[in-house]
């Protein structure tokens, strides 16, 4: 128990300090690919972690409160979360003055904070009562941004599989899971708030505490600084609907789906709507409206068929034999096992295993 303890310590501590560490890297860092708002969540978190773990006694025993343990720190998580994704799908979109409107609640929470614990008498009970429901507040704030992250998530989903062809390192749905994390543990903060008054280890409860925010941090920076930013669509035009003259548009489709067939751009796993225009030398726009209208797809899926078709006329050759299906998949574009797996079983009904399996 005594090891256990000191790796807990160990943890929390660099949980502690990992945010201030990588705003310092960050600084250091000249790509601007992580975005500002990425640093504040680490740094709010930092924060929570190290007001729980070590004030946290302090305020209960000045204020009385639990909240208190994390303080209004906590106010900051979700409108974090939601900007540094709103930086992904749209990094375009910039700060703008009326984003100083993410901040207010954790702006009047901090400022009651202060009152409350310079104030004594009447006025200390007055203002604990006033400030003694934040988890309400915390709830309805984590849900609210729960609803607006869900529907940018839907929408960066849309827009990615009409310019990429590849989704690895561009899914944003686990931000939407965080979310949902933070508001379960938050709705779980209020049900077994009268049990930690009552008797539960206060000790046991701040370690646990801790950890979880500060693996949590981990498991956000890890996949933060491996999260891909749309750039390209992002600069090009959204609208994917362009007139076409029926006649031009069959020529073009013509056009598509024998050079899809003879050059086999497919094959290069980055493929995106951009490439792909420039290389059939067409607008962007045109090639969208082509696959989506002509062909009835999305980019996404109409290039990933092609790379399902290669597999099986891969799996099939006796000169690939002694290779396994992944290396044949990477052979044909694919560049995550998860996808090629998925996408495989929905084109044909099989997994590569059952396909192959199948010809035998």
């Known amino acids: 128990m005594e090891v256990l303890k000191i790796v807990s310590e160990i943890i929390i501590n660099y949980g502690i300090g990992h945010g201030f560490l990588f705003l310092f890297l960050l600084r250091r860092q000249k790509s601007g690919v992580v975005h500002w ?4 969540l680490l740094i709010s978190l930092s924060l929570v972690i190290l007001r729980i773990h070590y004030l946290y006694f302090y305020f209960w025993h ?64 007055i203002m604990k009562q006033v400030i003694g429901t934040p988890w309400l507040f915390m709830v309805i704030q984590f849900g609210y941004y729960l609803y607006r992250s869900r529907k940018l998530v839907r929408f960066h989903q849309d827009r990615v599989t009409q310019g ?26 209020i049900v ?11 000790t046991t409860y701040k370690i646990f505490a801790s950890l979880f925010f500060t693996l949590i941090m981990l498991f956000i920076t890890y996949k933060g600084v491996r999260q891909r930013v749309t750039v390209e669509i992002a600069n090009g035009n959204d609208s994917n609907t362009e007139t076409i003259d029926t006649k031009i548009e069959g020529e073009l489709k013509t056009k598509l789906i024998n050079y899809m067939e003879s050059q086999k751009p497919y094959l290069d796993p980055e493929l995106t709507l951009v490439d792909l225009a420039k290389q059939l030398s067409i607008s962007r726009n045109q090639l969208s409206a082509i696959i989506n209208s002509g062909i009835g797809d999305n980019f996404y899926s109409f290039v990933n068929q092609y790379r399902v078709e290669e597999v099986k006329k891969l799996i099939q050759e006796d000169s690939k034999k002694q290779y396994t299906i992944m290396a044949l998949a990477s052979d044909a574009g694919f560049n995550s096992k998860s996808s090629f797996n998925n996408i495989f079983k929905k084109v044909t009904g099989l997994t590569p295993s059952e396909y192959r399996d199948g010809l035998k």
């Open 192 to 202: 077994i708030t009268p049990l930690i008054i009552h008797g539960v280890n206060l």
């Open 62 to 125: 000045t204020i009385g409160s639990t909240f208190f343990g994390s303080g209004p720190f906590l106010f900051l998580l979700a409108p974090a979360l939601y900007l540094y994704l709103r930086s992904v799908v749209q990094p375009e979109s910039g700060f703008k003055n009326a984003d100083m409107g993410h901040f207010v609640l954790f702006s009047v929470v901090g400022v009651f904070t202060l009152i409350l614990v310079n104030s004594d008498g009447d006025q200390y009970l």
């Open 37 to 40: 708002s990425f640093v504040l």
């Open 164 to 189: 990429y062809s590849n989704m690895e390192g561009l899914d944003v749905s686990w931000i939407k899971y965080i979310l949902w994390l933070f508001g379960l543990l938050l709705f779980f903060f």
